[in-house]
Antibody, heavy 117, light 106 residues
């Protein structure tokens, strides 16, 4: 059974960089036709797609975040990562990683990241 | 960007009743690449429907999706107590966007 697990700091200071890693287990990050994505959800609000990466390294970003966003992968570790620069309170959210294969069929449990000094 | 508008915002029903949730897109969804998710409090969303009408693995057949183009519907034929949750639609035909959600409450 495919499992995903997010990891990273729970608190980030304003103007700094938010960094998260998603570790994939029970399956291969490099499996064909699979994209891997990041989605976030501010407290009490709806879902926002952040971006996705194919195992080859091709990336697709939400245009509203593109200037601050980098998604990368380390296939040897079955991991992909998110870096979001110059964060503000508006970036406070639960961040999820998920497998993107005709809908997001597998999700991590999510990790709350709070932007606060 | 394709904007998805879900209605109603909140739907109040009882177990055993039929639920009909709507998702309208601001422009045609390519190849009917439309998914539905269920989210319960404190949990990650779970995929119910993809490709507008295909049930994901393990999803009971009381859940069905229909529609094409710009208008899509999620129907729950006979509500069970565990179905009361928030439901989101998502399009993945042109980048990715989510609807704002419909809360299904008892």
């Amino acid at each position: 059974q495919l499992q995903l697990q997010e990891s990273g700091p729970g608190v980030v200071k304003p103007s700094e960089t938010l960094s998260l890693t998603c570790t994939v287990s029970g399956g291969s990050f490099s499996s064909a036709s699979s994209y891997w994505g990041w989605i976030r959800q501010p407290p009490g609000k709806g879902l926002e797609w952040i971006g996705s990466i194919y195992y080859t390294g091709s990336t697709y970003y939400n245009s509203s975040l593109k200037s601050r966003l980098t998604i990368s992968a380390d296939t040897s570790k079955n991991q992909f990562s998110l870096k979001l620069t110059s964060v503000t309170a508006a970036d406070t959210a639960v961040y999820y990683c998920a497998r993107d294969h005709g809908g997001f069929g597998y999700w991590g449990q999510g990790t709350l990241v709070t932007v606060s000094s | 960007e394709i904007v998805l508008t879900q209605s109603p915002g909140t739907l109040s029903l009882s177990p055993g009743e039929r639920a009909t949730l709507s998702c309208r897109a601001s422009q045609r969804v390519s190849s009917n690449y439309l998914a539905w998710y269920q989210q319960k409090p404190g949990q990650a969303p779970s995929l119910l429907i993809y490709g507008a009408s295909s049930r994901a693995t393990g999803i009971p057949d009381r859940f069905s999706g229909s529609g094409s183009g710009t208008d899509f519907t999620l129907t729950i034929s006979r509500l069970e107590p565990e179905d009361f949750a928030v439901y989101y639609c998502q399009q993945y035909g042109n980048s990715y966007t989510f609807g704002q959600g419909t809360k299904l409450e008892i």
